[in-house]
Nanobody, 115 residues
Framework: QVQLVESGGGLVQAGGSLRLACVAS????????MRWYRQAPGNQRELVAT???????DYVDSVKGRFIISRDNAKNTVYLQMNALKPEDTAVYYC?????????WGKGTLVTVSS
């Protein structure tokens, strides 16, 4: 059973920065693609950023140039550095790991960006 625990959310003013972290139980996560999703109130969950086991990254257009996803396999941790935050970035951010077509999710961490 894989467990994912997110941290680092909070309240920040527009233009500010936050760094989210997601710690995975066990070492299998270091061999898998990891993803950050977000869900704003009333919206569907949206894929924000992806990092492969080889650290190839991809981002949704709305965060390109502002967010950076990275990973530390020794710590079984994936990070999301969020810069130049906007009110529209307000959401619960979730870490995701997919193993053999089974999705594992953390409980999420709330990011609130005030204008």
């Amino acid at each position: 059973q894989v467990q994912l625990v997110e941290s680092g959310g909070g309240l920040v003013q527009a233009g500010g920065s936050l760094r989210l972290a997601c710690v995975a139980s066990g070492s299998i996560a270091s061999h898998k693609t990891m993803r950050w999703y977000r869900q704003a109130p009333g919206n569907q969950r949206e894929l924000v950023a992806t990092i492969s086991s080889g650290s190839t990254t991809d981002y949704v257009d709305s965060v390109k140039g502002r967010f950076i996803i990275s990973r530390d396999n020794a710590k079984n941790t994936v990070y999301l550095q969020m810069n130049a935050l906007k009110p529209e970035d307000t959401a619960v951010y979730y870490c995701n790991l997919r193993i053999y077509a089974v999705d594992y999710w953390g409980k999420g961490t709330l990011v609130t960006v005030s204008s």
